[in-house]
């Protein structure tokens, strides 16, 4: 993990790292255009990005929205393929969710593939007063 580094500072996303992989590797990214991505990088409330620290090359990344105040969702989460195993998927979400203005917030999230990752974080499913009303953006597996 001491090869690696992880910041907040949305100037170094590499926007062409985060395209690459959501557009062709994340079955929930690959309905947006590259347009979308920029458009929601702009609007985030928080972006976290994993850098190697001799290259400086991005390996891993999530997003955030929020109020700001009480509540975020979190999006994006992902890690190279080539640098998984060594912990960096869960520094990642530490860092967005426990380390930073968001610690005391209520996190949302939606993963068909993650659940022993973010339990582990206390995500659970959300009991009967949770109502979601699914989207409708054509190709988002969402709606």
């Known amino acids: 993990m001491s090869e690696y580094e992880l910041s907040d500072d949305p100037g170094r996303t590499d926007v062409d790292v985060v ?3 959501l557009s062709t590797d994340a079955y929930w990214g690959r309905w947006r255009t590259r347009a979308h991505l920029e458009a929601q990088l702009a609007s ?14 991005q390996v891993g990344f999530a997003r955030a929205i929020s109020d ?33 203005p968001g610690a005391r917030f209520r996190w ?5 593939d993650a659940h022993s990752l973010y ?17 409708t953006v054509q190709g988002n597996p969402e709606g």
């Not at 985030?44 to 001799?54: D, L, P, Y």
């Open 119 to 135: 339990g582990g974080f206390g995500f659970v499913r959300p009991d009967e007063t949770f109502l979601e009303r699914l989207g």
């Open 68 to 100: 700001g105040v009480a509540i975020a969702y979190l999006a994006d989460v992902f890690v190279l393929p080539s640098v998984r195993g060594q912990g960096l998927g869960k520094a990642l979400v530490r860092t967005m969710i426990d380390e930073g």
């Open 108 to 112: 949302l999230l939606h993963t068909s």
């Open 44 to 57: 985030a409330w928080r972006v976290v990005g994993v850098f190697e620290r001799a290259t400086g090359a």
């Open 19 to 21: 395209w690459g992989y």
